[in-house]
């Protein structure tokens, strides 16, 4: 019987990805030759980066993402351990993220990361490019990593998404009228999938209103349920269970003060015809 090293997830940065990799191979019954032919390296390469002996490369981490079925798992853990652009601590919440079964969020300013489109994430990262808080390969790395969360809805079954947005978030002109226009389509779209809910919650809620900033509520596939928030320096991730359940109950309630999902995709449609009655 041949002797398999455990790992260490916290020996170097390239463990939790070794793991990861090593059960996603197990997991669909193949062998470290066989997962290798499939992604065009050699079977030596797939062994020293399931011991975390080497780093994987980026094409590498899609390809076996692609032949394992992770849904861009590999893929976020990749950019977690290489990169170092994004917000402290919002890594780890996204690497739960991967594998969650239900995301309860609600976003103010902005468009959620999961329901953005390519150039609305673009002049988002192009504004902070101009304010100096990022480099252009900070921005680039923000900008890829933002968009390999967005295969989780490549699983099978996709995780179900409910995402409540501020109406500032319809109204702020990222990007200007053609960017817009074209974030507000993809979001009638992504309303109409089946495993999508999205709500505005809107100006008329005043106080009633019972957050500030955003939250983000996952529920795992063994049922335990996380918290994330961020303040302008850094991410938290909560494993408290009181936080979470009070989180919870005021998540609860903005649902029900907040438009339903026709009435929210009706002001989407609107605000959208208002940009494109805008001149560029």
């Not at 059960?23 to 030759?33: D, V």
């Not at 170092?84 to 919440?93: D, I």
């Not at 179900?160 to 002109?173: G, K, M, T």
Request: net charge positive; aromatic share 8%; with cysteine.
């Amino acid at each position: 019987m041949v002797n398999i090293k455990e790992i260490d997830p916290e020996s170097g940065p390239w463990a939790p990805f070794a793991i990861q990799l090593r059960n996603s191979r197990k997991a669909m019954g193949l062998l470290q030759h066989q997962l290798a032919r499939k992604c065009g390296v050699s079977a030596s390469y797939v062994s020293f980066v399931e011991l975390a002996r080497r780093p994987p490369s980026k094409k590498f981490a899609t390809k076996a993402d692609e032949v394992l079925q992770t849904g861009g798992t590999l893929m976020l853990m990749y950019f977690q351990a290489k990169h170092t652009a994004l917000v402290p601590g919002f890594p780890e919440y996204a690497n739960y993220e991967a594998t969650a079964e239900k995301i309860r969020l609600f976003e103010i300013n902005v468009i959620p990361g999961l329901l953005q489109t390519r150039p609305y994430a673009v002049a988002w990262e192009q504004g902070n490019l101009r304010r100096g808080t990022v480099t252009p390969e900070q921005a680039h790395e923000r900008i890829e990593f933002l968009l390999a969360r967005q295969h989780i809805y490549d699983r099978t079954p996709p995780p179900l998404l409910h995402a409540v947005i501020d109406e500032s978030c319809l109204r702020r002109p990222i990007g200007g009228r053609d960017v817009m226009v074209k974030q507000l389509i993809h979001l009638e779209e992504m309303a109409a999938r089946p495993n999508i809910i999205l709500q505005v919650a809107p100006y008329s809620l005043g106080e009633n209103r019972p957050f500030t900033r955003l939250v983000h509520l996952l529920t795992m596939p063994d049922r335990k349920k996380l918290a994330y928030g961020e303040t302008e320096q850094r991410g938290y991730l909560d494993r408290d269970s009181d936080a979470i359940t009070a989180l919870g109950n005021d998540y609860d309630r903005l649902v029900v003060e907040a438009l339903g999902q026709t009435e929210s995709v009706a002001m989407i449609r609107a605000v959208r015809r208002d940009f494109e009655w805008m001149s560029t």
